[in-house]
């Protein structure tokens, strides 16, 4: 059974930055696209991005390119969301997701989901 573990949420100021992790295990994730959804209250759950664990290839919303990048850790099986230049409209709770085989920004395809992590951002 696949468990995701998120880490590193928190009250920032805009401007500021927060590190985001995702401890994986239960399953070998070669061939898995692993990556971050959030969800504000009163909105639907979006992508922010995720990464082809095979090939290192990341995806962006066009929201958080050039301030979010994300990253893997294979001999930790972690994957990470590195967040610069935080504005209050990040604020949300962000999920860790995890699919096998190709990309997709659709999280309803995403089979492993993490509890969750609050992410604030003051103004």
């Known amino acids: 059974q696949v468990q995701l573990v998120e880490s590193g949420g928190g009250l920032v100021q805009a401007g500021g930055s927060l590190r985001l992790s995702c401890a994986a295990s239960g399953r070998t994730f070669s061939r898995y696209v692993m990556g971050w959804f959030r969800q504000a209250p009163g909105k639907e759950r979006e992508f922010v991005a995720v990464v082809v664990w095979s090939t290192g290839t990341a995806y962006y919303a066009e929201s958080v390119k050039g301030r979010f990048t994300i990253s893997r850790d294979g001999a930790k099986n972690t994957v990470y969301l590195q967040m610069n230049s935080l504005k209050p409209e990040d604020t949300a709770v962000y999920y860790c997701?995890?699919?096998?085989?190709?990309?997709?920004?659709?999280?309803?395809?995403?089979?492993?989901w993490g509890q969750g992590t609050q992410v604030t951002v003051s103004s």
């Open positions: 997701a995890a699919k096998r085989s190709y990309y997709s920004d659709n999280h309803e395809t995403y089979e492993y």
